[in-house]
């Protein structure tokens, strides 16, 4: 899916906001942090935080636009711009690290994405690779990643399947996207 110049500001202030509460993270963990505050918010509001793609991956679900911008692959330069203008990775040092240059602006950000971006902070942000990786390798992960099409996109329908989602909430879910359907 196409992300609008908001989408992309506010997928930069999301990944400051995580940043300055780590002082600095390795992109790996960035990304699964947010992709399980992603199911949280998901699971108990309904709506995700960003509107990035969800694909699988080897290493499991990421959130692709950001994770292409992350490696500077020049298939989204406005948002790898925007992104390399707010940290820096000390190269040599700690390749895969991210440090943020700026606080960030959290009136890009509602209650409930903070605080689910808090306890994905507290839960994930300080596991090691291996088990981010072993969490995030779901059923639904497994699903996405082993039908052997294309960009593998995970539909935000399996993504509240992955989130444990009530029936309930999956059936809101399922109505506000048609509802979207009808009026994009």
């Known amino acids: 899916m196409a992300m609008t110049r908001f989408d992309k500001e506010k997928l930069v202030e999301i990944v400051l906001y995580v940043l300055n509460k780590k002082g600095g993270l390795d992109y790996y963990s960035l990304i699964k942090t947010l992709y399980f505050a992603e199911l949280d918010h998901l699971a108990k509001w309904g709506r995700r935080i960003t509107t990035d793609d969800v694909c699988a991956m080897p290493y499991g679900p990421v959130l692709s636009h950001l994770l292409n911008a992350i490696k500077n692959d020049g298939k989204d330069k406005e948002l790898a711009d925007m992104l390399h203008n707010v940290f820096q990775a000390p190269k ?69 399947d992955a989130a444990h989602a009530s029936d309930v909430m999956k059936e809101y879910i399922r109505e506000n996207m048609e509802l979207d359907k009808i009026f994009s």
């Open 92 to 160: 040599n040092d700690a390749p895969y690290v991210l440090l943020p240059l700026r606080e960030a602006d959290e009136d890009y950000l509602s209650e409930s994405e903070k605080e689910a971006l808090d306890k994905s902070i507290a839960e994930n942000s300080s596991l090691s690779f291996s088990q981010l990786m072993s969490k995030s390798h779901d059923e639904v992960w497994k699903k996405y990643f082993e039908n052997g099409t294309g960009r593998k996109v995970i539909p935000t329908t399996a993504l509240a």
